[in-house]
């Protein structure tokens, strides 16, 4: 058997890890002395005073190595093949910690095959090449196959989103004082997106109106160019404004209801309270990488 394996930075949800058959390993989110495992809270609740959490950002934790090791071994004893699909390694060391320690299970379980992927993003950019394991895995696709699938899902995906203003970006240290001042002054609503694994700015316009409408015009460009086979409209902070953006332009410009959910802290308290989308279509979108996706996977 072939065992999917991501981490809760993917923001699959319970129902849909436990109906399609995906283990979920969580990352963790630690505020005012508590832990909270990302997979498995309740995101909107932990959200609601988000505002609050300006001066004192929570932090967040990979998995530990003795718990990457027992899920790896776990899979290894039961006799099964593992493809690993986690966040970009430019966002987070997660990808490595299993990198390294699914090596230290190898080395005790000869003959255990796995591939591990640099999903090269975060949020349902990660999780739209999890799904396509998980058809190519339920299709009766080899390890190979799974993983393939996977990589080139990596090439098809784009994760549009804007912040609602500048200044978690700036406490987290992502931008300076003085612009994150000047930006929400004179109301600058960049565009972000995951290129190469790392944060980048799409765009920037005046507004948040005109983020927004830059990211449906933008989506819209690459589905009449590549197709569109999936979208999820993500939000961080307050679920109602991405509802209604959902409800009011992203559905009817696609025909079809669409995903609402949260993304998970472990990034989203970089950004703060943002609204966008993460898209997959059925062709590659040029500029999403730069580089081979071949160099994203290593295999036992």
Not at 31 to 50: K, P, W
Not at 276 to 297: D, F, Q, W
Request: charged share 20%; aromatic share 6%; glycine share 8%.
């Amino acid at each position: 058997m072939i065992r999917i394996i991501t981490d809760s930075v993917s923001s699959i949800t319970q129902e849909m890890a436990a109906q399609l058959d995906i283990q979920v390993v969580t990352l963790y989110v630690n505020r005012n002395g508590m832990e909270y495992e990302d997979a498995t809270m309740d995101l909107d609740a932990f959200y609601a005073d988000i505002y609050d959490m300006v001066d004192d950002i929570p932090t967040s934790s990979q998995p530990s190595q003795q718990l990457l090791e027992e899920v790896f071994e776990d899979a290894a004893r039961a006799g099964d093949q593992v493809c690993g699909i986690f966040i970009s390694t430019g966002l987070s060391g997660a990808y490595d910690g299993a990198l390294r320690a699914i090596r230290a299970v190898t080395a005790r379980n000869i003959g255990f095959k796995w591939e591990l992927i640099d999903s090269q993003s975060c949020g349902f950019d990660e999780a739209f090449p999890v799904l396509e394991a998980v058809a190519a895995r339920d299709g009766g696709e080899d390890l190979r196959g799974v993983a393939q699938a996977a990589l080139d899902a990596i090439e098809r995906t784009r994760f549009l989103f804007t912040p609602a203003s500048l200044t978690f970006l700036q406490k987290g240290g992502r931008i300076g004082g003085a612009a994150a001042l000047l930006g929400n002054l004179i109301q600058l609503a960049p565009v972000l997106t995951v290129r190469d694994g790392s944060p980048a700015t799409f765009a920037k316009v005046r507004t948040r109106k005109k983020a927004l409408d830059k990211i449906v015009a933008a989506m819209k460009a690459d589905i009449e160019e590549h197709g569109l086979r999936d979208v999820v409209v993500h939000y961080i902070g307050d679920k109602a404004p991405a509802v209604k953006w959902a409800h009011e332009v992203i559905e009817p410009m696609l025909g079809r209801k669409v995903s609402v959910l949260p993304v998970s802290p472990v990034v989203g308290l970089h950004v703060g309270p943002a609204v966008g989308v993460a898209y997959e279509c059925a062709h590659a979108i040029s500029g999403k990488l730069t580089g081979p996706k071949e160099t994203l996977t290593c295999a036992s």
